[in-house]
């Protein structure tokens, strides 16, 4: 946000500062019928938003979608960069999307092109900050919109046979929202064995959700005594959970999860609660604390460090005494935005503080690209090899996952390698994977289905025995 009104403040000097996106009148950038642009007297056209794709508002916008939007007048180019226009995802961490930015003098349209699909079932915001018409007017202007919702909507498991062993089936509502989960064993819907349903409140937010795995002394399913055998509620402030309590079949609260958050939403600290203490009381000091984690961030939103926390002498969580006590990675992101390498610490080194120059590196997790942002790889390095220093080319791969991706790298092939095979060389044809994953997608970059393969009871891929233990279906039409 400070990046933004200082742009603004930058190039004031454009022109009156009229920071609006109203409709353009109706002859201001009207199209000729041989797709050429009638202008009237640059001094004497208003600059506003003559059209995008998407518009403000729009729900069901594809994945691969590249944001565009057309003017009522003549931009001046050098107002138009990645300062001015940026792409935001507003679910979870507040996060930029990196991309490429171009503008078309002749239809007066910028475009955004990100580097990788968007989020499914994801809120997001094109901001316009400081864009300078050619006659010295400016304009800031915000356009939201939310990505296909993508549902999943169930699986099937099989066996080595390739016999159904066992599915499940969801219920949507009109919004194409997960209301109700149903368990199968076997390949058809007579053999029930739990069920799920969740509640949702005037936002859209799950509230809570119940699970049941008996349908009750009547032995009918979704009757007032089916037996529940375990619940969850959640909480919220504004649009993100700071809060997720559980619950066991008679009702008795027996663990809490805790988000907390920054001004703009996004995880400073979460602790996962699994009992009340020696108090017996929820909400004490004393409340059994497990995996408590910090985050930092960088200004584009993404995450910077993340590193496991110790309480200080107020034995409370979340406050300025507390400390970072191991378990310290950090992410380092190319000049394009995607992710480089993320390097996890080991010690705090001789000076004993965390995140200063000399903390020792355990390992590393580096991206590898084939094309521009074309994702290839992504190699995890135990070990800094006989050279002593890290990120070199002797650096010792421990595992690595192998993309093979359609579009904007959607993975349509994943590969999780974790032995180097017989020859004992990296990156060539005995390479095991320990998983193998193949994934299908609509024209709008939807998910249809993610298959798990399993090399058979041999353990050796790529034979007669090798088969689909698991195929997870998703809704691409909402």
């Avoid at 996060?95 to 580097?115: A, E």
């Avoid at 007579?190 to 799950?206: A, F, K, V």
Wanted: proline share 3%; aromatic share 10%; hydrophobic share 35%.
């Amino acid at each position: 946000m400070r990046l933004c009104l200082l742009l603004a403040a930058l190039v004031a000097g454009c022109g009156d500062d009229l920071r609006t996106a109203a409709a353009p009148s109706a002859d201001a950038g009207a199209r000729a019928a041989d797709g050429g642009v009638i202008r009237a007297d640059a001094a004497d056209e208003t600059l506003a938003i003559a059209g995008s794709a998407p518009a403000d508002g729009d729900i069901g916008v594809p994945r691969l979608a590249s944001p565009w939007v057309t003017f009522t007048a003549d931009l001046d180019a050098t107002s138009v960069h990645t300062g001015s226009v940026q792409l935001w995802w507003l679910d979870g961490p507040l996060q930029r999307v990196h991309g490429s930015l171009s503008y078309d003098s002749d239809s007066r349209t910028i475009t955004f092109r990100p580097h990788e699909a968007l989020a499914r079932n994801g809120r997001f915001e094109l901001r316009l900050a400081g864009i300078c018409g050619a006659n010295g007017q400016m304009l800031d202007a915000n356009i939201r919109f939310h990505t296909l919702i993508n549902p999943f909507v169930g699986d099937r498991n099989f066996d080595d046979e390739g016999t159904m062993v066992g599915h499940t089936e969801s219920d949507t509502d009109a919004l194409g929202r997960v209301i109700r989960w149903r368990t199968y064993r076997g390949a058809d819907d007579t053999d029930m064995t739990s069920w799920s349903e969740y509640e949702y409140d005037r936002s859209g937010h799950i509230t809570e959700s119940t699970l049941y795995t008996d349908p009750g002394d009547d032995t009918e399913w979704f009757t007032e005594d089916d037996v529940v055998v375990s619940a969850v509620q959640l909480g919220y402030d504004g649009d993100y959970v700071v809060q997720q309590d559980r619950y066991s079949a008679d009702g008795t609260r027996v663990g809490v999860d805790r988000w907390d958050r920054d001004s703009q939403g996004r995880v400073t600290l979460s602790v996962r609660f699994t009992g009340p203490g020696v108090d017996g009381v929820w909400f004490t000091t004393d409340d059994r604390a497990e995996d408590p984690r910090g985050w930092t961030y960088d200004p584009d939103g993404r995450v910077l460090a993340r590193y496991r926390v110790a309480r200080g002498d107020d034995l409370l969580w979340g406050t300025e005494d507390d400390l970072i006590s191991g378990e310290v990675t950090v992410r380092e992101y190319r000049s394009d935005g995607l992710h480089l390498r993320t390097v996890g610490f080991r010690s705090p080194g001789l000076d004993g503080e965390w995140l200063t120059g000399d903390d020792e590196i355990g390992g590393h997790v580096t991206t590898d690209y084939a094309d521009g942002p074309a994702r290839m790889r992504e190699v995890g390095y135990g070990t800094r090899g006989l050279d002593g220093a890290w990120f070199t080319e002797d650096d010792g791969i421990s595992t690595y996952d192998a993309y093979t991706n359609a579009a904007k790298n959607l993975a349509t092939v994943e590969w999780d390698e974790t032995r180097a095979g017989g020859d004992g060389i990296w990156y060539t044809g005995d390479d095991y994977p320990q998983h193998v994953y193949e994934s299908t997608y609509a024209e709008t970059g939807a998910l249809q289905e993610l298959r798990n393969l399993n090399q058979g009871a041999d353990g050796v891929w790529w034979n007669d025995d090798d088969y689909v233990d698991q195929v997870l279906r998703y809704d691409p039409s909402r």
